[in-house]
């Protein structure tokens, strides 16, 4: 019983402690934009503006919702506390007190619950019953679909290293040198991954100048902040994951948290430095280059791995 306690009192801090972290993200993100554009970012409210993410909260939570008449009522409520949720749960992985889902075939894990965000995003898209929103909703899903197939092929690849899907073996083959020697696929994984979260260059889900906000067009409130703390807590998560692949050496102490905060700011960079990708050359670049170089890769790995 003891050990069921600790186990929902881990769960809870974990939570707690993503929410928290998510909510200064923003905050972190906006100053950093800002100080890319020359000017100071949110600095109103509060110390340098550190309850900035608290007023927009409860903004959002006491925004009054309308409902309008095509709505497909219970995807449309649904589809973005699901959204939340599956982001949520890719977190349990960690190897925290009693575990939740840290076994052996962790990875495996990450990628069922990663691969379910494409329903989400359809789902988003066709139950709001906007002409925009289904676009977005069409474009998120060709676009998560695609890099998604060449993101598991370079972890695959990462994965060759170690020949099992723990994630605590990547702390061990990294104790004496990093796998960030492997310097090309680092950039195309990140590249992937920027994709797949949908951001800057690659943020044609929510193409400002062509579909209006994409996807989320009709979501607002309560529903918007669940798009909102799903999105972020993936950025948090693929920071994580780069940092775990390519230059983990120990286990959740300070250096992890700077590399992981490292990888965030790279991210927020990208998005404050390059202008939006075209769509049919972000295709081509997965399917004509990405993709054949990640199975070149995964065949040359295994091939030097069996020999």
Partial sequence: MMYFYLNVI?????????????AFLTLMERKFLGYIQYRKGPNKIG?????QP??????????????????????YLASPMMLFLGSLILWFILPLFGGFFFFFFGFMFMFCIMSLSVYYIMMMGWSSGNVYGFLGGMRGVIQVISYEISMIMFILVMLS????????????????????????????LLSSLLSELSRTPFDFIEGESELVSGFNIEFGGVL?????????????????????????????????????????????????????????????????????????????????KLN
Avoid at 10 to 22: A, K, N, R, T
Avoid at 253 to 270: A, C, S
């Fill in 54 to 75: 608290f007023s927009d909260a409860i903004k959002l939570f006491s925004k009054e919702k309308l409902f309008l008449l095509n709505l497909n009522l219970f995807l």
């Fill in 47 to 51: 110390l340098i503006g550190l309850f």
């Fill in 10 to 22: 881990s769960l809870l801090l974990l939570i707690i402690g993503l929410l928290i972290g998510v």
């Fill in 224 to 304: 918007f902040t669940f798009i909102f703390l799903g999105e972020y807590l993936m950025i948090i998560f693929m920071s994580f994951l780069l940092s775990l692949l390519f230059m983990s050496s120990f286990w959740l102490n300070g250096w992890m948290i700077i590399k992981i905060m490292f990888f965030i700011m790279l991210i927020i960079w990208v998005r404050g430095s390059l202008p939006r990708y075209r769509y049919d050359k972000l295709m081509y670049l997965n399917w004509k280059i990405y993709l054949p170089i990640s199975m070149n890769y995964l065949v040359f790995f295994f091939f030097l």
């Fill in 161 to 188: 290293f170690i020949m099992n899907f723990h994630f605590m073996d990547f702390f061990k083959v990294q104790l004496k040198i990093w796998l960030l020697f492997n310097f090309p696929l680092f950039l195309m």
